[in-house]
């Protein structure tokens, strides 16, 4: 009896032992695929930006560094770029919408990796990172500023070092105080008055003041996390150790993540985002003016001078493509806005374009519900994920900031 | 005597368990389901050309602006020139259209044409819809890209 006893007893080991192996592993090969293609040693090195020819000279970005923290860059001398975009904060503010010389109704966004988007703005409005860089610098809410004030500040304040970057600053000497075609009515008055030759002089020097910011903003880009850490082991078949290993709810997570909860579709690659335009039924601000998205900013990228196909563009058209074939109409636009990455995100509270969720709770909570949008069509269905699956993808997201 | 038998049966016993066991699991396992016809080159709707379509640098690359060439020929195996071509496409499991507008932007004779401006910008069943004009009559047909 004794041996039937130890027979059976060997026979059920084995059996445990051969259900074992052909249980769940942590993650199957498709799964551990998609996680090394989020890790951030898959980015490749930043681009050339031939549209301009200054965005690798280390004078042009010393030179945009100075006027990114400047607040002579703005009307009343008290806003600079780095109002809103914080460098102790990933260069954002942590408020619902961004506050410069007025309220704005758009999120400031944060620059890590920057240089890397196709397109700018939560809408995509401006095509280049310099020629964002010159819209909130007359943006009546953000820097107030109008382009003539800013040349004749450019020859004043760094004249020489302008000169040595850009070439011979043209004269300005019978160019207005205060112009520009987007100003207040005076500004235009004074902006018409202005011969075409002038304008132009004006507008190049301007576009050169974008160009240098840009040469700065290039050198912000993403850190390694925790998360980095761990889809390299996961990756080579080292045994992740110290916090490069995640907790069961953080693999729950991460599963969630680039599974069930479709977060990957449009959070994809090693910055976290496809760089395209989405509606994801976010619901408006009551007190905001009306906001389309991505609708409106077609419309102004294509009437932008500083635009990819402008004059003030270096080298050749074929950097235009983005612009060329854009998606200028159609009711996938309407109130689409671009997927922000997750990086640092954990770290950056409040949520979406205009602030919308206070906690990213808040956020997984709208995506598993998945609310229809007031215009358009979300293209998110409900997920319906349980109080565990919300909390663990909130726990795998705070692996993007450790 | 009698104990060997016993043993005997109840080796059988539990080897016949583990076997219904190992089954189930494997039965439990999710099985592959077929795809979309993810050829490269088919015959238009009605037949009127044959279409072939490759990215026009070999490889497919996420989230990059791309060009690709659809190449037409005829039934009889002419190279169909002077084709006014459309293109439309999205996710069919996404219920989203292409996120740029791709364009026939050159004719590079042989009945190539380049294809610009497509970008896959997430994996999962892309398709490629092209409305074709040419002197034999006008047809369409359907692409399917898996990533």
Same mark, same amino acid.
């Given at each position: 009896?004794?041996?039937?006893?130890?027979?059976?007893?060997?026979?059920?080991?084995?059996?445990?032992?051969?259900?074992?192996?052909?249980?769940?592993?942590?993650?199957?090969?498709?799964?551990?695929?998609?996680?090394?293609?989020?890790? %951030?040693?898959? @980015?490749?090195?930043?681009? $050339?930006?031939?549209?301009?020819?200054?965005? =690798?000279?280390?004078? &042009? +970005?010393?030179?945009?560094?100075?006027?990114?923290?400047?607040?002579?860059?703005?009307?009343?001398?008290?806003?600079?770029?780095?109002?809103?975009?914080?460098?102790?904060?990933?260069?954002?503010?942590?408020?619902?919408?961004?506050?410069?010389?007025?309220?704005?109704?758009?999120?400031?966004?944060?620059?890590?990796?920057?240089?890397?988007?196709?397109?700018?703005?939560?809408?995509?409005?401006?095509?280049?990172?310099?020629?964002?860089?010159?819209?909130?610098?007359?943006?009546?809410?953000?820097?107030?500023?109008?382009?003539?004030?800013?040349?004749?500040?450019?020859?004043?304040?760094?004249?020489?070092?302008?000169?040595?970057?850009?070439?011979? %600053?043209?004269? @300005?000497?019978?160019?207005? $105080?205060?112009?520009?075609?987007?100003?207040? =009515?005076?500004?235009? &008055? +004074?902006?018409?008055?202005?011969?075409?030759?002038?304008?132009?002089?004006?507008?190049?020097?301007?576009?050169?003041?974008?160009?240098?910011?840009?040469?700065?903003?290039?050198?912000?880009?993403?850190?390694?996390?925790?998360?980095?850490?761990?889809?390299?082991?996961?990756?080579?078949?080292?045994?992740?150790?110290?916090?490069?290993?995640?907790?069961?709810?953080?693999?729950?997570g991460?599963?969630?993540f680039?599974?069930?909860?479709?977060?990957?579709?449009?959070?994809?690659?090693?910055?976290?985002?496809?760089?395209?335009?989405?509606?994801?039924?976010?619901?408006?601000?009551?007190?905001?003016?009306?906001?389309?998205?991505?609708?409106?900013?077609?419309?102004?990228?294509?009437?932008?001078?500083?635009?990819?196909?402008?004059?003030?563009? =270096?080298?050749?058209?074929? +950097?235009?493509?983005?612009?060329?074939?854009?998606?200028?109409?159609?009711?996938?636009?309407?109130?689409?806005?671009?997927?922000?990455?997750l990086?640092?995100a954990a770290?950056?509270?409040?949520?979406?374009?205009?602030?919308?969720?206070?906690?990213l709770?808040?956020?997984?909570?709208?995506?598993?519900?998945?609310?229809?949008?007031?215009?358009?069509?979300?293209?998110?269905?409900?997920?319906?994920?349980?109080?565990?699956?919300?909390?663990?993808l909130v726990a795998f997201l705070r692996t993007l900031s450790? | 005597?009698?104990?060997?038998?016993?043993?005997?049966?109840?080796?059988?016993?539990?080897?016949?368990?583990?076997?219904?066991?190992?089954?189930?699991?494997?039965?439990?396992?999710?099985?592959?389901?077929?795809?979309?016809?993810?050829?490269?080159?088919?015959?238009?709707?009605?037949?009127?050309?044959?279409?072939?379509?490759?990215?026009?640098?070999?490889?497919?690359?996420?989230?990059?602006?791309?060009?690709?060439?659809?190449?037409?020929?005829?039934?009889?195996?002419?190279?169909?020139?002077?084709?006014?071509?459309?293109?439309?496409?999205?996710?069919?499991?996404?219920?989203?259209?292409?996120?740029?507008?791709?364009?026939?932007?050159?004719?590079?004779?042989?009945?190539?044409?380049?294809?610009?401006?497509?970008?896959?910008?997430?994996?999962?069943?892309?398709?490629?819809?092209?409305?074709?004009?040419?002197?034999?009559?006008?047809?369409?047909?359907?692409?399917?890209?898996?990533?």
């Amino acid at each position: 009896m004794r041996r039937l006893t130890s027979v059976a007893c060997l026979l059920a080991l084995a059996a445990l032992a051969l259900l074992g192996g052909c249980g769940e592993p942590q993650f199957s090969d498709a799964e551990k695929k998609t996680i090394a293609s989020l890790a %951030l040693n898959t @980015l490749p090195s930043l681009k $050339a930006d031939t549209t301009n020819q200054y965005a =690798d000279m280390p004078a &042009a +970005a010393a030179l945009g560094s100075t006027l990114f923290f400047d607040a002579g860059m703005s009307r009343d001398g008290t806003v600079s770029c780095s109002t809103c975009h914080k460098i102790e904060r990933q260069f954002q503010d942590d408020l619902p919408q961004a506050v410069g010389v007025g309220h704005t109704n758009r999120r400031t966004m944060p620059l890590a990796g920057v240089a890397r988007n196709p397109w700018f703005f939560w809408d995509g409005r401006r095509d280049s990172l310099w020629a964002q860089a010159l819209t909130p610098l007359e943006n009546p809410l953000e820097q107030a500023g109008n382009r003539a004030a800013f040349a004749h500040y450019m020859q004043k304040r760094f004249g020489e070092r302008y000169e040595r970057i850009f070439g011979p %600053l043209p004269d @300005l000497s019978n160019v207005p $105080a205060n112009a520009s075609p987007l100003g207040s =009515d005076a500004e235009k &008055a +004074a902006w018409n008055s202005m011969s075409a030759a002038q304008q132009d002089d004006v507008n190049l020097v301007y576009a050169n003041i974008g160009k240098a910011i840009a040469a700065f903003e290039r050198s912000i880009e993403p850190q390694q996390t925790r998360f980095d850490r761990f889809a390299i082991d996961l990756a080579t078949g080292a045994k992740p150790e110290a916090d490069a290993a995640f907790s069961a709810e953080e693999i729950l997570g991460l599963k969630l993540f680039i599974g069930k909860a479709n977060c990957v579709t449009c959070h994809n690659g090693p910055r976290f985002t496809d760089n395209a335009f989405h509606n994801t039924g976010v619901p408006p601000v009551d007190e905001l003016p009306l906001d389309r998205g991505r609708v409106d900013a077609v419309t102004q990228v294509q009437a932008d001078p500083f635009n990819c196909l402008g004059k003030f563009r =270096d080298g050749d058209e074929s +950097a235009c493509r983005e612009l060329r074939f854009m998606v200028k109409d159609g009711p996938q636009i309407a109130r689409a806005y671009k997927t922000p990455s997750l990086r640092g995100a954990a770290d950056r509270p409040p949520y979406m374009h205009a602030g919308q969720f206070e906690t990213l709770d808040e956020v997984v909570a709208h995506y598993s519900k998945a609310p229809l949008a007031v215009e358009g069509v979300s293209e998110v269905h409900p997920l319906d994920l349980s109080e565990r699956e919300r909390a663990a993808l909130v726990a795998f997201l705070r692996t993007l900031s450790d | 005597m009698a104990s060997i038998w016993r043993y005997i049966l109840a080796g059988l016993g539990l080897a016949v368990l583990l076997v219904g066991i190992v089954a189930a699991v494997y039965l439990m396992l999710p099985q592959p389901t077929p795809g979309p016809d993810i050829s490269r080159s088919k015959s238009t709707a009605n037949r009127l050309f044959e279409a072939s379509f490759e990215p026009e640098r070999g490889v497919i690359r996420q989230g990059e602006l791309q060009s690709w060439l659809l190449t037409l020929k005829t039934a009889a195996g002419a190279p169909v020139e002077g084709a006014a071509i459309t293109v439309s496409g999205g996710m069919p499991q996404h219920d989203h259209g292409l996120p740029t507008s791709p364009q026939a932007t050159d004719y590079l004779g042989d009945g190539r044409y380049r294809i610009d401006g497509i970008k896959f910008t997430m994996s999962g069943w892309w398709q490629l819809r092209f409305g074709i004009s040419a002197a034999a009559g006008s047809d369409s047909v359907v692409f399917n890209i898996v990533l």
